[in-house]
């Protein structure tokens, strides 16, 4: 992916993640929305291809993922950042 889309402290990637993951309760859209406009899913997903390194980084980034799809918000997401095949 580009440069654009790298992080460049990972570490504030994990605790942001980790806080986002394991918040307790429901995740709103607003919070989600939040969350993304800091760290956005290109972000992500380029951290999970090149930060493997990063202890627990892939865990909590898993975990994020899975609890912002949960929301409107991100699920509404989903299909501007799926490859069309064909």
Same mark, same amino acid.
């Given at each position: 992916?580009?440069?654009?889309?790298?992080?460049?402290?990972?570490?504030?990637?994990?605790?942001?993640?980790?806080?986002?993951?394991?918040?307790?309760?429901?995740?709103?859209?607003?919070?989600?929305?939040? /969350?993304?406009?800091?760290?956005?899913?290109?972000? $992500?997903?380029?951290?999970? %291809?090149? *930060? &493997?390194?990063?202890?627990?980084?892939?865990?909590?980034?898993?975990?994020?993922?899975?609890?912002? /799809?949960?929301?409107?918000?991100?699920?509404?997401? $989903?299909?501007?950042?799926? %490859?069309? *095949? &064909?």
């Amino acid at each position: 992916m580009e440069e654009e889309y790298s992080v460049s402290d990972p570490t504030l990637l994990l605790i942001s993640a980790s806080n986002f993951a394991f918040h307790p309760g429901f995740q709103s859209d607003s919070s989600t929305k939040e /969350f993304l406009d800091r760290f956005p899913l290109p972000v $992500i997903i380029n951290a999970l %291809q090149t *930060k &493997g390194d990063v202890p627990g980084l892939e865990n909590a980034l898993v975990a994020c993922l899975e609890r912002i /799809f949960k929301t409107k918000y991100g699920a509404s997401l $989903i299909p501007q950042y799926m %490859q069309r *095949k &064909g």
